[in-house]
T-cell receptor
Framework: ELKVEQNPLFLSMQEGKNYTIYCNYS?????LYWYRQDPGKSLESLFV???NGAVKQEGRLMASLDTKARLSTLHITAAVHDLSATYFC??????????WGAGTKLIIKP | DSGVTQTPKHLITATGQRVTLRCSPR?????VYWYQQSLDQGLQFLIQ???????AKGNILERFSAQQFPDLHSELNLSSLELGDSALYFC????????????FGSGTRLTVV
């Protein structure tokens, strides 16, 4: 059974700092997704990573995937307050279902 | 607007009652997924339909059922509601049944009192 672990679950950081959120998963998969959720809102797709070594960047966020290590990272560069949200990784299993991490609540303080 | 429409946005009901949540997928999408997001369980996959047929089941309780109609909209029926069923219920759609082109609706917040 595919399990997905994210860490940290909570992250409070200062504006301008860099940090990384980690997503580990337990069985083979080549598809991993990062989503953002603001409080009480829907899930917004950030990145779709479809192969080993995939790296995608959008603004201050960069995501990468290492399928051999079963690890994805979401790196935040020079954080700004607007990036405060909860970030989820989700891994697609063999039945095309998304199995979700618990989410990382990110608070960025001025 | 993601193109996936969920109604109602909010629902408050009493224990023991039955409710129906509705989802209209994005135009052209054949697959509909239902997810439950609760504080204690996180995001959980409930059920998937593809072009009217049930394709996969996740952690869906026997008190819950769903269907996808010929026009591709889907309904999630929750019965004999318990306090623990209070959650945000999301619908997502995709064109081909994979997660690559997932689009989520805005969700229905169900509160059972």
């Amino acid at each position: 059974e595919l399990k997905v672990e994210q860490n940290p679950l909570f992250l409070s950081m200062q504006e301008g700092k860099n940090y990384t959120i980690y997503c580990n998963y337990s069985t083979t998969s080549d598809r991993l997704y990062w989503y953002r959720q603001d409080p009480g809102k829907s899930l917004e797709s950030l990145f779709v990573l479809l192969s080993n070594g995939a790296v995608k960047q959008e603004g201050r966020l960069m995501a990468s995937l290492d399928t051999k290590a079963r690890l994805s990272t979401l790196h935040i560069t020079a954080a700004v307050h607007d990036l405060s949200a909860t970030y989820f990784c989700a891994v697609e299993n063999s039945n095309y279902q998304l199995i979700w991490g618990a989410g990382t609540k990110l608070i960025i303080k001025p | 607007d993601s193109g996936v429409t969920q109604t109602p946005k909010h629902l408050i009901t009493a224990t023991g009652q039955r409710v129906t949540l509705r989802c209209s997928p994005r135009s052209g999408d054949l697959s509909v997924y239902w997810y439950q997001q609760s504080l204690d369980q996180g995001l959980q996959f409930l059920i998937q339909y593809y072009n009217g047929e049930e394709r996969a089941k996740g952690n869906i309780l026997e008190r819950f059922s769903a269907q996808q109609f010929p026009d591709l909209h889907s309904e999630l029926n929750l019965s004999s509601l318990e306090l623990g069923d209070s959650a945000l219920y999301f619908c997502a759609s995709s064109v081909d049944g994979t997660g690559i082109f997932y689009t989520f609706g805005s969700g229905t917040r169900l509160t059972v009192v």
